[in-house]
Structure formats: structure tokens, C-alpha cells
């Protein structure tokens, strides 16, 4: 299960975030996830609870997400959301495209306390 090497990896971030606010504890983290990216979004907020339970932090919330895949269709401008299994343009059916979005893992907000 990578995921749980990304949570670890998240939970390195948010330390490094910590040490800059003293005296504040981790409330909540928003977290969003692309389509595309690979990653299991049940999966990576029970591996995220699971690292900071280790930590004895279990008092942090995690608010994981999907993020939508977007594209720019190289032939027209259109932006759009590719479906899953067509990721021709939905306005002339190019197949001229370019992903904008929904690759990555993004840390969107982190709520102190």
C-alpha cells in the first residue's frame, strides 16, 4: 500500500509546518487527490489517521477529496472534464488534448488550533 508512504510523507510536511506555530496543535487537514493520480482516497485518509494515532494525534481530522480531471483541448480552447473512458474533446472530439488537472495530490488547507 503506497499510500502509506505518502501519508508519512504528509506527516513530515505538517511537523515541518508545526514547528513554525508553536503552542498551536493540528486541527484539520483538507486534502485533494486527482483522478488520475493512482492514489486510493480511503486508503490514504486510513493511512493518515493511522500515522498520527502513532503519533498520539488521533485528534486530527482529514478531509480527503478527488479532485476532477480537466483538460485543454489543443485544437479548439475548450477546457473540460474528461470522462473515464473518452478523453476526446467535448466540443470538436479531438484527441489533441492537454491534462491541466487532476494528476497531483495537493495539501489544500491546514486548520490550527
Given at each position: 500500500?503506497?499510500?502509506?508512504?505518502?501519508?508519512?510523507?504528509?506527516?513530515?510536511?505538517?511537523?515541518?509546518?508545526?514547528?513554525?506555530?508553536?503552542?498551536?496543535?493540528?486541527?484539520?487537514?483538507?486534502?485533494?487527490?486527482?483522478?488520475?493520480?493512482?492514489i486510493?482516497?480511503?486508503?490514504?485518509?486510513?493511512?493518515?489517521?493511522?500515522?498520527?494515532?502513532?503519533?498520539?494525534?488521533?485528534?486530527?481530522e482529514?478531509?480527503?477529496?478527488k479532485?476532477?480531471?480537466?483538460?485543454?483541448?489543443?485544437?479548439?480552447?475548450?477546457?473540460?472534464?474528461?470522462?473515464?473512458?473518452?478523453f476526446?474533446?467535448?466540443?470538436?472530439?479531438?484527441?489533441?488534448?492537454?491534462?491541466?488537472?487532476?494528476?497531483?495530490?495537493?495539501?489544500e488547507?491546514?486548520?490550527?488550533?
Amino acid at each position: 500500500m503506497h499510500e502509506m508512504s505518502i501519508a508519512l510523507d504528509i506527516s513530515e510536511i505538517l511537523n515541518e509546518e508545526m514547528e513554525k506555530h508553536p503552542g498551536r496543535r493540528l486541527a484539520k487537514v483538507a486534502i485533494s487527490i486527482g483522478e488520475l493520480s493512482g492514489i486510493e482516497t480511503e486508503s490514504l485518509k486510513f493511512a493518515l489517521e493511522t500515522a498520527f494515532a502513532e503519533q498520539g494525534r488521533k485528534e486530527v481530522e482529514f478531509d480527503v477529496r478527488k479532485a476532477p480531471l480537466k483538460a485543454l483541448c489543443k485544437e479548439c480552447g475548450c477546457e473540460f472534464e474528461p470522462q473515464a473512458s473518452d478523453f476526446r474533446c467535448t466540443r470538436c472530439a479531438s484527441g489533441e488534448i492537454e491534462i491541466t488537472a487532476g494528476q497531483s495530490l495537493t495539501i489544500e488547507t491546514i486548520t490550527l488550533q
